[in-house]
């Protein structure tokens, strides 16, 4: 289909013009490419017929052996169409919001020479990103898997300062670490099944479906940052902004949620012990960061915990799934969406307190809805969405997941309900303690330098508080099409 081959060459284009054009061009080069991508999929979405749209049409001869399907195409349902959505919609915006931000008008980095060498790894970050989303098994999935973190060390990387050339390092030794799991569980798999299929799980013997799951499950701990492997996350904020916004709340973090989601649905027959794993830990994790809330100035490293605890929510939606209520992946999966958008909406608002103030810090910032109205609107409407204030993004999954948990029965739901409501009480209480601080009161010093923002960063900024009303109904539609 034109459409699908359109969606991986143009940002990947896009990579390669960036990379070898006069950084005049830069900015051209990306908007035009993510625009053309962001119109591929309106297209594909016009144009796809009901039901599951799935093609492979290479192989390896040397590989086959007793293997049962095509290696290499694309499998576009319900769940990849979610993903899609959140990778080349936000991948637009954050595109366009740096036009703006990666320029001499920042007050905290004035970056004019990097434009270029950002704009090309983010156009190849978010290629890798569709490849995800659309591959139709475990091996495809694992080679664009990799790709994003190579492109992850390079974009956290970016000011190449001591700090963020240490947080890119730190971060590719983690996920890199967790993807050798991943390869471990794909050689398992072929091993004893001759397939790299989602649902061959389901052909392992009980025990080795244990301990192939566990493999996987490894990987998106890593890549998703949650405990033990989470402290990647909140260093990579020496990042810039528009780094931060799409590879720790919209992309990649989202890859390894995404494969937890992608083996639940396919294989009902997982182990109850397994499920019983996933959940805790997410558990643990959510608690982890919400202490870790506490001892924050930085407001991105507040935001990188937050995610670290959502990305949570969806591990707790997973496990309870494979523990018996199958409405917890179908709830997790609608997180995916539903917190990309708030959580986007709030880097790119601190982002803007970064350009216009010359700072991100809590301690350092007061009174800023005075100067900067339209960041403090935005910073409320994304505070709101993930916090699951209705009628917001996060309300919606958070009920189901809720609704999830309490269908176990048992000790076991509430035992895992109870610390999940206390971590959504708790991160409502501070993050409003927060917003209050920052964007209310008699005006510190940095916020009375903030003032009006370009253009194309308030579009960006608008386009994603009216996602946070939207974003709820498009992933219900998607999870109806998967029969939830």
């Not at 434009?115 to 495809?140: D, E």
């Not at 402290?231 to 949620?257: E, F, I, N, Q, R």
């Not at 915990?305 to 997790?332: E, K, N, P, Q, W």
Request: contains cysteine.
């Amino acid at each position: 289909m034109p459409s699908v081959i359109l969606l991986l060459i143009l940002p990947l284009f896009g990579a390669v013009l960036c990379a070898l054009l006069p950084a005049r061009h830069a900015d051209k080069c990306a908007i035009g490419a993510t625009g053309g991508m962001l119109l591929s999929l309106v297209w594909l979405l016009l144009a796809r017929p009901g039901g599951n749209w799935q093609s492979l049409p290479l192989t390896w001869r040397w590989l086959q052996g007793s293997f049962r399907e095509g290696l290499f195409g694309f499998l576009l349902d319900p769940l990849a169409l979610l993903l899609l959505l959140v990778v080349v919609v936000l991948g637009f915006l954050v595109v366009l919001y740096a036009t703006a931000y990666l320029g001499a008008g920042n007050r905290e980095h004035a970056d004019v020479t990097g434009k270029s060498r950002h704009h090309a790894w983010l156009l190849l970050f978010i290629t890798a990103m569709i490849g995800v989303a659309l591959s139709p098994n475990l091996l495809q999935l694992y080679l664009f898997w990799e790709m994003t973190t190579l492109c992850s060390w390079a974009l956290i990387s970016h000011y190449r300062n001591p700090e963020s050339l240490r947080a890119g390092f730190k971060a590719l030794l983690m996920t890199f670490s967790g993807g050798l799991f991943f390869a471990l569980g794909l050689v398992l798999l072929y091993v004893h099944t001759g397939s790299f299929a989602f649902d061959a799980l389901s052909d392992l013997a009980p025990r080795m479906r244990l301990w192939v799951f566990l493999s996987f499950a490894v990987a998106a701990w890593a890549k998703s940052a949650q405990f033990p492997f989470f402290t990647w996350l909140p260093d990579a904020m020496a990042a810039p902004t528009t780094v931060s916004m799409y590879l720790h709340a919209a992309a990649m973090v989202k890859a390894g949620v995404f494969l937890m989601v992608r083996l639940a649905l396919a294989n009902p027959g997982l182990p109850w012990t397994a499920g019983l794993v996933v959940a805790v830990l997410a558990v643990v994790t959510m608690l982890v960061a919400l202490w870790l809330f506490f001892f924050q100035d930085d407001l991105k490293k507040l935001l990188a915990y937050s995610t670290i605890a959502h990305l949570s929510y969806v591990f707790l939606g997973v496990g309870v799934a494979i523990m018996g209520s199958r409405l917890g992946a179908y709830a997790g999966a609608m997180h995916i969406m539903n917190h990309s958008v708030g959580k986007g909406l709030l880097f790119l608002s601190v982002g803007v307190l970064s350009y216009t103030a010359g700072t991100r810090r809590i301690s350092e910032l007061a009174g800023v809805a005075r100067h900067s109205p339209l960041a403090a609107i935005a910073f409320m409407v994304g505070m709101l969405a993930i916090l699951g204030v209705p009628p917001f993004s996060g309300f919606w999954s958070k009920f189901y997941l809720m609704v999830a948990a309490l269908k176990l029965g048992g000790a076991a739901g509430w035992l895992l309900l109870i610390p999940f409501a206390l971590e959504i009480a708790v991160a409502f209480a501070w993050f409003l303690h927060i917003g209050h601080k920052v964007f209310f009161g008699p005006a510190s010093g940095h916020a009375a330098k903030a003032g009006a923002l370009p253009g194309v960063m308030a579009a960006a900024l608008i386009i994603l508080m009216l996602l946070t009303l939207l974003a709820p109904w498009a992933a219900m539609q998607l999870m109806g099409a998967m029969g939830l």
